[in-house]
Structures are given as C-alpha cells and as structure tokens.
C-alpha cells in the first residue's frame, strides 16, 4: 500500500499539471490566436456577421414573442426563456399532461398572431428545444410565419421569404444534420430592411 | 426510416469502422512499448515522469498489487475533486464567483468523474468553476479513461501470458494511455470544436443586448429567505425586467473533446452536447459522435492484436456492431414517428424536405431526428452518458433503448477499457455455456476456463444487476426517492429506473427531469457508481491473473472457434439473454406500459 502511495500521489499531480493545465492552457492559446470569434462564443452585431457592436451570439438564440419577429423554439429554461447562464431542456416525458397543456398553449399564441392561418403548425414550433437556447428552426417553422411577418410589417411576402432563404443553412457537407433557419439573424435582418 | 436518417447513420458507422483498425494497431504498438515515432517525440517525457513519480518502469506487478495502484489512484483523484469543489469560492479561476459545492453533491460529483461514470446532480455553468472544471473534472476525465484501458490491457495480457505472476505495470499503462492515445487526439478534436464554435476561452461570462426585452415574475423573499406570502398566503412577486442576456463561456472545447474520447460524458453546461456551445453544428455533432465509438470500438482490433489472431477482436467488434445497429434503427424508428398525442392537437410531424418531424420535444433543431436519436445509442452503448437531446421527453420506446443498452452492463462497445473486459467476461460466460451443451471443458484463447474464473465472471454479470434493481425498489418506496419524479405515471417510475441503470453501469446520462441533486439521490447514486467500477474490476483483474497463471492448451478438434459467425451469434445470445431475463419486467412497469398508454389515448 505505502509502495504505492507516493507513485500515486506524485503521478496525481503530474497529471494534473500536464491534462488540467498545460493542455487546456495550449488550446486555449491556439484557439484564442487563430480562432479568435469561435473561441469567445461567435459574437455578431446588428448586420449578422461578427466584427462590429455585439448585438448578441450567432450560436444561442434569444427569445421572441413580438408579431413583428421571428419566433424561435419554446425555451424551458428559468427563470425566463433563453437564460444562456442556465441551459435546459422541460424534460416533460412524452405522456405528461403538462407537456401537451403547453403546446396546446403555444398553438393558440400562434394562431391567435395569425388568424386564419390554415396550415398545421410544424412540431419544432411548439416543442421546447433540449438547450432551451436553440438558435434555429426548421425551414418550415420560418415559411409558417412568412404571412404574419408580411402583414405585420406591410411587406410583400416574396421579400420576406427571400430573407428567411438567406438565413437558412443547409446539411452541412450536404448529409449532416438537417437544414435550419437561424433565427436571430433572420430577425436582425428584417429589422435592418427599415 | 427515411433516405436522410439511413445515409447519416452509415455515413456515421462507416468511417468509424474504417478507423478502427489503424487506431488499434497503433494502440497495440503504444502498451507494448513499440510505438517508435510517438516514443521518438515523447519517451524521454514518459521517462521524465517515470523518474519524477518513482515509478519502477520495468516493475511487474501481481493483480493484488495492479488492484491496489489502481484503487489508491482512483481514491487520491476523487479527494483532489471534492477538495476542489468544496473550496473553489476560495481559489482562483473563479470569475463567477461560484460558492462552494454542497458535501453531498461533491461527494456525488467526485465518485461520478473519478468512476468514469460523469452522472450529473449539478448544472455546470451554474456551479462549476472554471479551476473545478480544469484541475478537477478534466484531469479525470483523462486518468479515469486511462486506468479503465489499463486494466483492460492487463485482462489482455492474461491471455496471451503463459505461466506468468505479473499482469503489467499499472503505473506505465496508464501513463501511456494518457501520453500516447488520449491527449494527442484530445487536442486535434478540441481545435475542430472550436473550429466549429465551442468556446474556449477564460474570460468571464459575456451580456450582449437582447433584442425584445423580457420579464418574469420573481419571488420576493423575507430577511431569512423564506418566500414571503401575501394576506391569502400567497407567494409574493415582483416583476423583473430583463434587457441583456448572460452568455455562459469558458475553456469548454478542452473539456469536451476529453469528455467524448474517454466515454466520460460530464458536460461544462448544464444541457450538456445539446448546449449551442458545446455542440454548435452537425459538423461538431458527428465529430463528438465518432469520438464516443473510436476508442472502444478500436481496442477491439488492439485486443485482437495483442493476443495474435486479429479475428477474435473482429469476432467481439461485429457482436457488438450487430446488437447496436438493431436498437439504433428502432430508436430512430420510434422518435421519428413522433408523438400521438401531438398529433391530436393540429400538429404536423411528418419528415419533409423542410423539417424533420417527429418527436422535437427535447431535440435541437440543428440535429433533428436523426442525429439524436443516433446519439442516444451511441452515448449509452458507450458509457459516456452525454446527451445531445433530452432522453426524459423520447417516446417510451424510444427511450426504452438507451436505458437498455446500459442494462446490458455496458459492455456493447462500453467505457474506453471497460467495455472490451466486460465484453470479454460476457464471452467467457459464451464459451463456458457452449461446453456445457457439448460436455467438454470450456477454452478461450488457449486457456481452460475453470470454476475460480466462472466465479469471478457471474460477479461481474451479477453485481451491477443487482444493485440496479435494488436501488430502484428502495427509490421507489422511500419518500426522498419519490420526491425527485418530475413525470407523473410510468414515466416517473422510467426516471428513477434510468437512473439507477445510468450509475450502477457508469454511464452517466439521466431521465433529467429526476430531482437527483438532493443528499438521497447524490450518496444512493454515488455508491452505486463505486460499487460498478471496483467490484467488476477487481474480479475482472483476478481472471486476468487466474489465466495469466495457466499453461497455454493446443487448438483440438473439440474447440471451439470463437472467431466464427456462429460464436458471434452466441455471445449476442448471452448479452441479449441476460440483459432480458433480468430487466424485462421492470422495464414492462415503466415505458412499456407508457408505450401503451400513449398509443391508447
């Protein structure tokens, strides 16, 4: 046992000089001198792209509810919606009359933006995402705003679908992930028009 | 399974089995002391640390004294963790200001990254400092990765040793592990992380402006903070405007890329590789994805190199591969058919060129349906136990599949190390059932599998089953166990059931809706994690001993190939039978029946 402790003790702290430190330390160099935007949480301003006044991250979403914006995911994080200092997903289990309590809640908020809207309400408009700080929606969680939007603003519709294809990325390399519309540029944006 | 889901899963299982041979021969190189290029750069480092620890390199030891390093390792890492925890309001690198952590969630959070388990009581950006995150859980998350593959390493040379007293030396496996595999490929993946936006930086947490404000109802509390209540005691609120949003950051994608290479799975957020930061694009998604499957998927062909007959690491990789692509496409299959009860209410599902439908409860946009669903089974075929969706809001089937993979004692690819030695214990039981139905003595590898390593074996198969089911049935019968259910039914019952098979099979990932920071759960689950770790270690490291100590019997006619098909077939029999026969009815009482209720409605 005794044999073992200084060996053990010794290699502790040796590790934790070389992993703990040293390591993160080095990535952090490298990070910070040639990825300096991506290492500091991909901050942008109010044209969308980074350099300018920080108007808010490209990565984590901000929470809508104007008629006028844009809606993102339903947030689930508290105290408010998009709390980026304490990520969260509802963790309501599929069966739980909680869960479709607030989607019926969610589907009404809509309707009720956009009377007269006939179409279903895409599913990722009415779920809370996993980090409560999902910057996207899908593409057709954005087409089904297009008509509140346009009326909202007095814009043509066809320009606000152009601006919601401008902020749409597709499947990265073409197969990953799925396309998604990032909300908060898509957002900026509109508000640049006037 | 639609077009898109099929090409993302063989895109992702392609080029991880297209690395697994050269990573594993390159690891068979480093533990036997031949990896010249690598040792070129870095033996006279290894030397240095060797020299500076007092560590007798050439040193052989015994499994008592292999047991004994490894535990006391194990023992001083998990004190420097709580150590840490409990004082980080004191030390530096704290620019949140974060207090010290609770005794008991330190206790839980010390025994979770020194077990390689990473459960989570706690929210990291709301707990941790960074000094905690670095010097306490990143410096685990590579030793507690290291020593599982140490062991296994020993395991191995139990079959390749002829009449030998030695199984290794712990001291330089693990230094290996961690000089020559684990941080050289750390740091590649981290830089693509950050490459893809993961933060890694020191600076404080950073307010940027939101662009509609917000308010909620905050409540106000009395001098000794207890909430205050109004005549009809009601709780007290005032209104709080909130005009800038707080943006958790700090050194993550250092953390991170260590988390999913060494199955740990402890995230820096509290929302883990959901996290935008953490985990920011598909790209990133596929990349941590890989991470979780390259090492133990590797060390099959390592296995199969060290013990000269590449087939046999072969032979475990498909029996693996087979029993996860088949609950892979069921879980894909189940969250993309979405939820019923939606459906009712004027929701569209359907996966179309515009969405992926389905279940989105829980799931980020970004990912979909099928790089969740895909990274539900990676995380806990693996014991990783990191999410990228919320398994508590998966369909009941769904769900059902990654508590099941724990179940299986994690040994479908499993914790770097633990996984291969507890898949290789599941063969032995294999071999031994096979010379039961022929009446001959069971052999694998050239060494006779005898009474004392049949002992040690069922206790490695037997031990985290019983704890598992234990701990759930007192969870469910004690009132601070009943109190951390978040859904009502069965669901709530699937809560404390993937908990207990989350700690007591070290994977660590959670139905998150469980209360689980609370001193019940933080000491029932932690020694839970202990208990998992060390009581199948150690009987594990004694087979390996038992069979190191035996002469070497020829290939007969009577033996057993145990690189065939057939033998593939048989060692998923015994996973799956196992596995069965000791969870079906417990998971029948939670999301079978929700299943049920859910179609009913």
């Known amino acids: ?194 | 399974m639609n077009a898109n889901n099929t090409m993302q899963f063989a895109l992702y299982l392609g080029v991880l089995l297209l690395l697994v041979k050269p990573l594993g021969a390159y690891m068979a190189a480093v533990y036997e002391g031949r990896a010249m290029r690598a040792q070129r750069i870095l033996g006279s480092f290894e030397r240095a640390i060797y020299r500076v620890c007092g560590i007798k390199a050439e040193e052989d030891m015994g499994w008592r004294a292999y047991a004994v390093a490894f535990m006391l390792f194990n023992l001083l890492g998990a004190l420097a963790v709580y150590a840490l925890q409990r004082l980080q309001d004191v030390l530096p690198f704290n620019p949140q200001k974060m207090t010290a952590v609770s005794p008991d969630s330190s206790f839980n959070t010390a025994v979770s990254f020194a077990t390689n388990t990473n459960w989570q009581g706690y929210g990291g950006e709301s707990t941790m400092s960074y000094l905690t995150q670095m010097l306490g859980l990143t410096v685990q998350n590579f030793v507690s990765a290291a020593v599982g593959m140490a062991v296994l390493i020993a395991v191995i040379r139990g079959f390749t040793r002829r009449q030998a007293s030695g199984i290794g030396n712990f001291w330089v496996d693990t230094v290996r592990g961690t000089l020559y595999i684990l941080l050289p490929l750390s740091l590649v993946l981290a830089l693509a992380l950050v490459s893809q936006g993961v933060v890694q930086t020191f600076k404080p947490y950073q307010n940027v402006p939101l662009i509609e404000k917000v308010s909620y109802d905050d409540p106000v509390k009395n001098a000794d903070g207890s909430p205050k209540m109004d005549a009809q005691n009601k709780p007290v609120t005032q209104k709080v405007e909130v005009t800038e949003q707080t943006i958790a950051v700090g050194p993550a994608a250092s953390q991170i890329a260590i988390k999913q290479l060494g199955t740990n799975g402890g995230g820096f957020f509290n929302a883990n590789s959901a996290h935008p930061l953490e985990n920011p694009t598909p790209l990133s998604n596929f990349l941590e994805m890989l991470a979780i499957l390259l090492i133990p998927a590797s060390l099959c062909y390592t296995f199969g190199k060290m013990v000269d007959d590449t087939r046999q690491g072969w032979a475990v990789l498909a029996a693996m591969t087979t029993i996860f692509v088949v609950l892979t496409v069921v879980t894909i299959g189940a969250e993309q058919s979405g939820n019923p009860q939606l459906s009712a209410l004027g929701v569209d599902q359907t996966s179309s060129l515009t969405q992926p439908g389905g279940n989105m409860e829980g799931k980020e946009a970004r990912f979909g349906i099928a790089n969740s669903a895909i990274w539900s089974t990676v995380t806990t075929a693996a014991s990783n136990g990191s999410v990228n969706a919320m398994h508590d809001s998966f369909t009941p089937l769904g769900g059902m599949m990654p508590m099941w993979l724990m179940q299986l004692g994690e040994v479908v690819f499993g914790g770097v190390g633990s996984g291969l030695y507890g898949m290789l214990v599941f063969a032995i039981i294999a071999v031994f059932v096979a010379g039961l139905m022929v009446g001959r003595t069971p052999e694998y590898l050239g060494k006779k599998i005898e009474a004392h390593e049949m002992k040690m074996a069922s206790l490695v198969i037997l031990i985290p089953c019983f704890f598992v089911l234990v701990g759930t049935a007192i969870a469910v019968l004690v009132e601070p166990g009943k109190a951390g259910i978040a859904n009502p039914g069965a669901h709530g019952f699937s809560e404390i059931l993937y908990a207990f098979s989350s700690a007591g099979n070290n994977n660590g990932s959670a139905f998150a809706g469980l209360s689980a920071n609370t001193p019940f759960y933080n000491i029932a689950l932690g020694i839970e994690m202990l208990v998992s770790r060390y009581w199948l270690a150690i009987p594990v490291l004694a087979i390996a001993a038992a069979l190191a100590a035996k002469r070497s019997v020829p290939v007969g006619n009577g033996t057993l190939s145990t690189h065939t098909p057939l033998f593939v077939a048989l060692l998923i029999g015994t996973v799956v039978v196992v596995g069965a026969l000791t969870f079906i009815p417990a998971l029948a009482l939670g999301p079978i029946v929700e299943h049920l209720i859910m179609l009913g409605k």
């Open chain 1, 1 to 194: 046992m005794l044999t073992h402790f200084r060996p053990a003790l010794s290699l502790l702290l040796v590790m934790t000089a070389i992993t703990g430190a040293a390591y993160p330390a080095l990535v952090t160099g490298i990070a910070q001198g040639l990825m300096p935007n991506q290492a500091n949480g991909s901050m942008i301003d109010s044209s969308g792209k980074p350099g300018g006044k920080v108007q808010g991250s490209r990565l984590i979403g901000q929470p809508f509810s104007d008629p006028k914006h844009f809606w993102g995911r339903p947030s689930a994080t508290s105290p408010y919606a998009y709390n980026a200092g304490a990520s969260s997903g509802s963790n309501q289990g599929p069966t739980n009359k909680a869960l479709t309590d607030a989607v019926s809640d969610r589907i009404k908020a809509l309707r009720d933006a956009d009377p007269g809207n006939p179409a279903p309400v895409p599913v990722d408009l009415v779920t809370a995402s996993a980090s409560g700080l999902d910057p996207h929606i899908s593409p057709a969680a954005a087409a089904y705003q297009v008509r509140r939007i346009a009326r909202e603003r007095k814009l043509d519709p066809a320009r606000v679908a152009e601006l919601v294809t401008a902020a749409t990325e597709q499947r990265q390399w073409g197969v990953m992930g799925e396309p998604r519309v990032n909300v908060l540029q898509l957002n900026l944006a509109l508000d640049g028009l006037h």
